[in-house]
């Protein structure tokens, strides 16, 4: 009876070790499954909800996983300098917006590359050495309540018809609270001049409802009714269209202003680096990003021309300002703050 017994306990303790050695491999199989093929880093100035959604595309695809690192424009610069004035090897690529990308080309930080996609961008989107690429831009537009639109004769479709259009509630998102909003009011100063922009927004401010320190939240007082026409993002407004709100798109016919997001190779980056952050540029460039950035809510005007998200953008002709922003960073605030003093605080 004890020998029964001791052969019992025996085949209780071996089915154990079979079990738990079953849900070991299986673990172990799957996190084989879950390991990507190869890691790189990347520095950005993108919000972390959007470099989530492209990386997550991206492993799903290729097996790489791109680790993205938010840091401020002035920090990217730092560890880009560090980088490569040392033994380099840290980050693969930059993901970031134009004026940040520029900066770091002209700091030696970046290497040129130029593909058969990232030829076809524009050269307005791009570095011309291919120091940088645009992958895609997000331009400022007149959002307008619907219910608005349908009493008005005639459509307000450029800043000045919008600073004289009479009896309208306008929302507008602080020039000091958002980079996208600056970057608005400097490129109208590098457009029309300082005098003639002042000019403008000082028949636009006895009109505005309210300085917003979001940029979604002019598109959603306009979508509630509580501001007629907001200065806005393109792609906050195509976000809160797509979640039924009474909104339309209007494209200034006298220019705007847009925010340029590119990609930058790193200078110094470990040559296998090199060669995967490359293929994710390009990457960058296909439909295949655009649809994963739609899929969650982020609709953004592509560079590349010859892709069906940029073929299907309704406001693709939009007119662009043509005035480069050459401003210092001294120059910046001072414009800044003369808006505040003559018009914002009036």
Request: with cysteine.
């Amino acid at each position: 009876m004890k020998r029964y017994t001791s052969l019992v306990v025996t085949a209780f303790l071996l089915l154990i070790v079979v079990v738990a050695g079953s849900g070991y491999l299986a673990v172990a199989d799957q996190t084989a499954a879950d390991r990507p093929l190869r890691e790189i880093t990347a520095y950005t100035t993108m919000p972390a909800e959007t470099a989530s959604v492209l990386t997550k595309a991206y492993e799903e695809t290729s097996g790489v996983r791109v680790n993205f690192v938010p840091l401020p424009a002035d920090e990217v610069l730092k560890h880009l300098r560090e980088q490569a004035h040392g033994d380099g090897g840290g980050a693969a690529l930059v993901v970031g917006d134009s004026a940040l990308l520029s900066r770091a080309a002209g700091e030696g930080a970046l290497l040129p590359y130029m593909s058969e996609a990232g030829d076809q961008v524009p050269e307005r989107f791009r570095q011309a050495e291919g120091y940088w690429i645009g992958i895609y831009y997000d331009p400022v537009v007149f959002c307008v309540n619907q219910d608005y639109l349908k009493g008005l004769m005639v459509v307000p479709d450029t800043w000045q018809a919008l600073a004289t259009a009479p009896q309208v509630r306008i929302g507008v998102t602080d020039f000091l609270a958002a980079d996208a909003s600056a970057n608005l009011f400097l490129s109208m100063v590098a457009q029309y001049g300082d005098t003639a922009t002042y000019d403008i927004w000082k028949k636009i401010h006895p009109k505005v409802v309210q300085y917003a320190h979001y940029l979604s939240n002019p598109v959603r007082q306009a979508g509630m009714g509580e501001v007629d026409i907001s200065v806005a993002v393109a792609s906050e407004t195509l976000r809160y269209i797509h979640d039924g709100y009474p909104l339309r798109v209007i494209y200034p016919a006298d220019g705007t202003a847009a925010q340029i997001t590119g990609t930058g190779i790193a200078y110094k980056a470990a040559p296998a680096d090199e060669t995967a952050a490359k293929e994710f540029a390009d990457w960058l460039l296909s439909d295949e990003a655009q649809l994963a950035l739609q899929s969650n809510g982020f609709y953004f005007v592509p560079t590349n021309p010859s892709t069906l998200a940029y073929k299907g953008f309704a406001g693709k002709n939009l007119v662009l300002f043509s005035a480069a922003l050459q401003f210092s960073p001294e120059k910046r605030h001072e414009l800044l703050d003369k808006w505040v003093k003559e018009i914002r605080l009036q």
